[in-house]
């Protein structure tokens, strides 16, 4: 049975199999993720994979079951899914006393997006546009199959949300966390002491009214301002935000650096449209980020213009 302490070679059993401690990963608003050595049930060899620990304090039953169902979802949309840019959930359980709920998932060895423009930023470095362009075909990837195919919205989309995983010497970039929003409602009601859910910087203008929306759109938003941040790096996401939210709210454009061409200025804003239903849709952005003809036509600057003049 799962003990509460997370120590190196501590071990936790669920129905499916046993996790054996080997380090923590990180940590984020609502619990902590650790590496764990996983032998499924019956199986004599072992897998790494990554154990999450979200703390169910204050909440009654009805919701821990609540929470649950939802990591159960989950594990059915990944397990189901054949996109290999949604991460894969394996398990989940809760301990005995209904303390902590457990959602084990593939483990991404090149820890998440955040991370690695945190290390940009750093060490003053810019992305290669090439680099930028395909790590936004695979989170729209991802995103337009949970879009699509399961009829959810993420709407917690952010780089640290975004895994990396290596699959031989390619970086494959794996949504995760798509679900957990409506398990982070319920505890945010309850936790007060908690921090806030998520960071405000990727949530679109809805989402900041407070409109409760289930919207895709809010995840294209998000998109939008991953490119931005990207593109920008090394200059700070959080140095320029009020800027580009001033710029958007009042329908000027928003620029890019000067070495993106005038096209990926009209993607970036049609992108993060103030409103929703002139975005983009996510397969919209596979196709322009799969192809750089694609992002080079001058005539979508001519139609986006001539449309919202209509
Ligand atoms: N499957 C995984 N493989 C490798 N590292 C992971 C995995 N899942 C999470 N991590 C690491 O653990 C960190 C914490 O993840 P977690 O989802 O708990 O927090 P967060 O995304 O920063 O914030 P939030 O609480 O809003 O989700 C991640 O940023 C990542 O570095
Ligand atoms: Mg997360």
């Known amino acids: 049975m799962p ?36 032998t499924v049930k019956n199986a004599s060899n072992s897998e790494q994979a990554a154990l999450k620990e979200i703390a169910l304090r204050g909440i009654d039953e009805e919701e821990k079951e609540e929470c649950k169902k939802e990591a159960e979802l989950m594990e059915r949309i990944s397990k189901s899914s054949t996109n290999q840019h949604i991460v894969k959930y394996l398990d989940s359980f809760m301990t005995p006393d209904h303390r902590n709920l457990y959602i084990a998932m593939d483990y991404c060895s090149r820890g998440d997006l955040s991370s690695k423009i945190k290390a940009n930023v750093r060490s003053e470095r810019q992305f290669d546009p090439e680099i930028i362009y ?10 337009n199959e949970l879009h699509t195919k399961y009829k959810i919205a993420h709407r917690d989309l952010k780089p640290a949300n ?42 679109s203008p809805e989402q900041h009214a407070l409109a409760p929306c289930r919207f895709y759109v809010v995840d294209i938003w998000a998109i939008g301002i ?8 090394p200059k700070r996401l959080a140095n320029e935000m009020e800027d580009l939210w001033e710029k958007v709210m009042d329908g000027q454009r928003v620029y890019l650096p000067s070495r993106y061409s005038a096209a990926d200025t009209t993607w970036l804003n049609r992108m993060i449209a103030k409103k929703p239903d002139e975005r983009m849709s996510a397969d919209q952005i596979c196709d322009k980020a799969k192809d750089p003809n694609n992002r080079n036509q001058a005539r979508e600057n001519i139609l986006f213009y ?4 209509c």
């Open 306 to 309: 001539c449309k919202k003049l």
């Open 3 to 38: 003990s509460s302490t997370m120590d190196p070679n501590n071990t936790f059993e669920s129905l499916k199999g046993v996790y054996k401690i080997v380090k923590k990963l990180g940590e984020g608003g609502f619990g902590e993720v650790y590496l764990t050595d996983y």
């Open 226 to 233: 991953i490119f931005y941040e990207l593109c920008i790096a």
């Open 162 to 203: 975004i895994l990396i995983a290596l699959e031989g010497d390619k970086e494959v970039l794996k949504i995760s966390d798509f679900g957990m929003v409506k398990v982070i409602e319920s505890l945010n009601i309850t936790q007060s002491h908690s921090k806030q859910c998520g960071t405000p910087r990727y949530m």
């Open 134 to 143: 395909d790590y936004i075909y695979q989170i729209a990837d991802g995103i």
